[in-house]
């Protein structure tokens, strides 16, 4: 738990950002679409309430409470993966610290838009295939990093 304190700060200014932009969105421009980029990608809210991606498939993970369940076990076991990480450490990489902040973000956001929406209030669609948030691209960014470290090892 100790270490999750030296980057709460990063984590904090993530998730705020995440559930600010939720916020003026829900309440300023739901039901607006906008094309960003001609037909390739738009905003377009949605309010997922299958609440994980297995929830498209599976009825298990659209239950309220099994998807906190497991959301709170994932942020239990980033953090004391991390603390293990951190007891072999004593200088981290940089690069684990920035897949670390992001993973942890994108967790916390999913823990609050299941609490608070009910759901998570998608935003960004790419017609006919995907419509996602930013806690999103946070979890898709830490993990094209950690691929392209894999790779790089």
């Not at 030296?6 to 969105?25: C, E, M, N, S, W």
């Not at 967790?107 to 998570?120: A, E, P, Y």
Request: aromatic content about 16%; proline content about 1%; glycine content about 4%.
């Amino acid at each position: 738990m100790k270490y999750l304190r030296r980057y709460i700060t990063a984590i904090g200014i993530f998730v705020v950002f995440d559930q600010l932009v939720k916020i003026i969105i829900y309440n300023f421009f739901y039901n607006v679409d906008i094309s960003i980029i001609g037909n390739i990608i738009r905003f377009h809210q949605v309010i997922n309430t299958n609440l994980r991606f297995g929830g498209n498939y599976f009825t298990l993970f659209r239950n309220f409470g099994f998807t906190v369940i497991i959301n709170v076990i994932i942020i239990i076991f980033l953090i004391r993966s991390y603390s293990f990480y951190r007891s072999k450490k004593d200088v981290p990489a940089k690069i684990v610290n920035l897949i670390y902040i992001l993973v942890m973000s994108g967790s916390f956001c999913s823990l609050l838009d299941k609490i608070v929406w009910n759901g998570s209030l998608d935003l960004i669609q790419i017609p006919r295939l995907y419509i996602f948030d930013i806690k999103d691209i946070y979890i898709s960014i830490a993990q094209c990093i950690f691929i392209s470290c894999c790779e790089t090892q």
